[in-house]
């Protein structure tokens, strides 16, 4: 089959089921679906990112493309080459990092876990010192690179699995969630280095679960939700999605869901997110309207409850609220 | 070729590092054959043929199955609990060469219990060491290590793809001590069973390791132990390396790489 | 008595949602085989003892699998911190313990019966239809008395070393010692008393004598011996410190 031109990444109505069991005498299985015929296509060089909240698939859909899971039913390929037939060819080209400290040899220095990663992926044995060294320096942890890895913080680990993955020069990057659990600073240096590399040509894919950080990082964002892609295009094309809105933000006492579920029902609300903060919750509603409603909201909740009030404009989070209807 | 055996010595010393403070190991290297020593010492010495080296002989292979045995499913689950397991199966490298080379490592423990058994029959009973070929012994002990690797490759893939087969791996320590003549000659167990024994490996590594070390082999009879050992092995290896392969396919199916 | 069979089921639960079915019957079936195969065959061709002696000692010497399931647990509960938490709640802790050893002790009767069966029709062992009585109670002796060792070992094994190499160790300690493949009287004068401290050598001498035909009451003062070391240790380690 002949085509025009092929994407770094294609997933063609990928699905995956899992199945588990539960009970001990009587067994159930029970069939989760992971994926629901998920189709994506990355461009080369671009900086993709995949958004849901949890359970929506994006490590599943990270696992297929990088060839450790296998899908149940469609295609999936990474820079041309089928994810299942060419898994090996595959696994040459690709880097990936799974968020998180796990899938590093503790014992081990930072060091030496890179020159052994590089040995597995078939780096020309001469060229291992120099580059071992050029990307401890690139993460920063060229002074801390003869430590044990059980050392090491947080932070120092993730930027360890990057520099990991980075050994033989992959064409395209997955990173599923790389900042998850940093202190700002961290995960603030992390985004640097990403950036870095999405500039120097890299192909990456991305997931995440803060907004900011694909509003910031990524050319185009997917979201999806139950394995399935809800919304697709530009972090402008997604809050494009939401310029007829904007949120009014109320900060209330003690409301009860009741009154929540009044205010959803008022004509002019779109969507109404409570935020629990200690004493008070903070209201976000999304409505066509703006100031105009503020008025009749305010009359809708208890008096006396209200405390603050805003009107904003909405953001690249509003999309995404409108899109999966929740917030994490 | 050289690649492949790079990336096995890296990976075994890698190994190395990670899993040889590993109580399992000392447990394996020393206590096991300690204790299958001095019992078989006590249970064979009252034959009139008694000759302590036969129990040294048998305790030492007993320690080299079980140290591969506690090697080869301490590696995997080491490697699933570090969350490696998942970044080596998603390399290109090959887990055959990978998983072969940290077998290969631990084998240099296994002399130990070589040693050991040494130490048994002389300082703990007090017999002294006839060895009727060393040469002879010294190159059936190579190759019976080979053999006992083969057989350990043969198993490993299991712990692959169960969590808990890891766990339970060591259930194959006996039934090898018991099916490949160690202890006591194969002609003892039931006649049905006596032809299996002589598909497996450490079988003939029993054979030439005594046949040895009692001078009873003569060097045709070595070699012709010899040349079975490598063939079994060899069989069992190739059956191995695609048994490698398949396993991890069905991890992919099944998605059971990761921890959870 | 329900706060027992509940306690009693949910370890049970535990147990198998760790132990998926086939692993777990596998190594139901195949240990003691092979254990017992390994060692009554290396007696037979030694030939010190008649084959008998090596099948009895070793089918009540599959008791020490006790050891592993009671101490594993015992360092599985303190690792998911479940145990002070069991402790602290307020409900009875006796009959929580009981329920949890009563599923050990049943454990391991199976693993003997499969022992013996398997001495019985594979090795032709023949126990006297008199003895049969004096034969299982000597193995629930021998259970509990393992019982107590594996509760030991489960609260001394985070000190030591990791719990199932020091079961392990334990094992075979038991195993060496309590007369199961090499008489006591062959062993050097000072080991044999020592042997005389492991909780398992008199369940084993008692096993022998009724298969050998002896009447129920000539085991009995062995297997009181072995019923109160194992007593003793369990109170040790269940009293509150
Ligand atoms: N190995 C597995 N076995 C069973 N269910 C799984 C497995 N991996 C993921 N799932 C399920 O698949 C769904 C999607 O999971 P995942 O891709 O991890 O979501 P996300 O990364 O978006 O949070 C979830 O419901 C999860 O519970
Ligand atoms: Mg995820």
New binding site residues.
């Given amino acids: 089959m002949l085509r025009d031109s092929v994407g770094a990444i294609e997933l063609r109505d990928v699905r995956r089921l ?1 199945r ?1 069991t539960t009970g001990t005498l009587r067994r159930h299985a029970k069939e ?1 679906v ?1 994926l629901d015929g998920l189709s994506l296509e990355v461009g080369e060089g671009e900086l993709f990112g995949i958004l ?10 990270i696992k297929v493309l990088t060839t450790l899971l296998i899908p149940t039913s469609g295609t999936a390929s990474v820079l041309g080459l089928d994810v299942v037939r060419d898994a090996k060819e595959v696994r040459r080209k690709i880097g990936f990092v799974f968020g998180g400290e796990r899938g590093l040899y503790y014992r081990l220095s930072g060091r030496d876990n890179l020159r052994y990663f590089a040995e597995l992926y078939a780096v020309p044995p001469r060229e291992i010192p120099p580059r071992v060294e050029e990307l401890l320096e690139l993460v920063g942890l060229r002074d801390r690179g003869d430590e044990r890895v059980e050392g090491y913080s947080r932070g120092m680990k993730q930027r360890l699995h990057l520099a990991r993955t980075l050994l033989h020069r992959p064409r395209v990057l997955f990173l ?1 969630e790389p900042t998850i659990g940093l202190d700002p600073i961290g995960a603030r240096e992390l985004r640097r280095i990403v950036s870095q590399l999405h500039e120097g040509g890299a192909t990456i894919v991305l ?1 995440t679960h803060y907004l900011f950080e694909a509003d910031e990082l990524c050319d185009r964002i997917a979201v ?1 939700d139950k ?1 399935r892609v809800v919304a697709l295009g530009t972090p402008d094309d997604l809050k494009a999605n939401v310029s007829d809105l904007s949120v009014v933000e109320l900060e209330v006492f003690g409301i009860d869901a009741s009154t929540v579920e009044r205010l959803r029902a008022l004509e002019f609300v779109d969507s109404v997110v409570v935020e629990q903060r200690e004493l008070r919750q903070v209201l976000r509603i999304q409505t066509r309207i703006a100031e105009r409603a503020v008025a009749p909201l305010i009359a809708a909740v208890a008096a006396g409850q209200v405390g603050r009030v805003a009107v904003r404009e909405a953001t690249l989070e509003d999309a995404y609220v409108r899109l999966v209807g929740r917030v994490e | 070729m050289t690649a492949a055996l790079r990336l096995a010595r890296q990976s075994a010393w890698v190994n190395f590092q990670e899993v040889a403070v590993n109580g399992f190991l000392l447990f394996a290297v020393v206590w096991q054959p300690l204790f299958v020593g001095v019992t078989t010492m006590y249970m064979l010495r009252h034959r009139a043929d008694f000759d302590p080296m036969y129990v040294v002989v048998g305790t030492a292979l007993s320690g080299i199955w079980s140290t591969l045995l506690f090697a080869g499913s301490g590696a995997i689950s080491h490697e699933r609990w570090t969350g490696t397991l998942e970044l080596l199966a998603a390399s290109p490298a090959s887990f055959f060469v990978v998983i072969g080379g940290k077998l290969a490592g631990t084998t240099i423990f296994s002399l130990g219990s070589l040693v050991l058994a040494f130490g048994i029959g002389t300082v703990l009973f007090g017999y002294p060491v006839k060895i009727a070929e060393p040469g002879w012994l010294a190159v059936s002990l190579l190759l019976a290590v080979v053999a006992l690797w083969a057989t350990g490759m043969f198993f490993a893939p299991l712990a692959i793809l169960w969590r808990t087969v890891g766990r339970f791996l060591l259930v194959l320590e006996y039934p090898v001590f018991a099916l490949s003549g160690f202890l006591f000659p194969v002609l003892l167990l039931p006649n049905w069973i006596v032809p299996i024994t002589n598909l497996l490996p450490p079988y003939w590594a029993a054979v030439a390791m005594h046949g040895a070390a009692s001078g009873d082999l003569d060097l045709s009879g070595l070699l012709r132990a010899w040349f079975f050992l490598l063939l079994t092995g060899g069989v069992l290896l190739v059956i191995a390396s695609r048994l490698f392969v398949e396993v991890l396919t069905r991890a992919r199916r099944a ?2 790489l ?1 921890l ?1 | 008595m329900r706060l027992f069979t509940v306690t009693a089921f949910y370890s049970f639960r535990a147990l198998f949602r760790w132990l998926s079915p086939m692993p777990y019957l596998c190594f139901r079936a195949l240990f003691p085989l092979a254990q017992l195969g390994f060692f009554a065959l290396i007696g037979t061709y030694g030939g010190g003892q008649p084959l008998s002696f090596y099948l009895v000692g070793n089918a009540i010497g599959t008791a020490t699998l006790t050891a592993f399931g009671v101490s594993q647990a015992v360092a599985d509960e303190r690792q998911q911190g479940t145990l002070s938490y069991l402790l602290a709640a307020p409900a009875p802790r006796v009959p929580i313990f009981f329920g949890r050893a009563a599923l050990h002790v049943a454990d391991g009767m199976i693993n003997m019966i499969a022992a013996l069966a398997i001495a019985v029709m594979v090795f032709g062992l023949r126990v006297p239809v008199d003895g049969i009585v004096g034969v299982v109670v000597a193995m629930l002796v021998a259970t509990i008395a393992i019982c107590g060792v594996g509760l030991l070992l489960g609260a001394v094994a985070y000190i030591v070393l990791d719990t199932a190499v020091l079961a392990n160790f334990a094992m075979f300690i038991i195993l060496l010692l309590s007369g199961a493949n090499v008489p006591l009287a062959e062993l050097p004068g000072v080991v044999a008393a020592i042997a005389q401290g492991i909780p398992l050598t008199r369940s084993v001498a008692a096993a022998r004598l009724y298969v050998g035909g002896a009447s129920f009451d000539a085991g009995i003062g062995l297997l009181l011996g072995d019923l109160a070391l194992g007593a003793f240790q369990l109170a040790r380690n269940t009293s509150p410190t």
């Fill in positions: 899992f588990t989760i992971a849901g909240p949890n359970g929506a698939g994006k490590t599943t859909t599923d997931t999806i394995g | 998605g059971t990761a959870s």
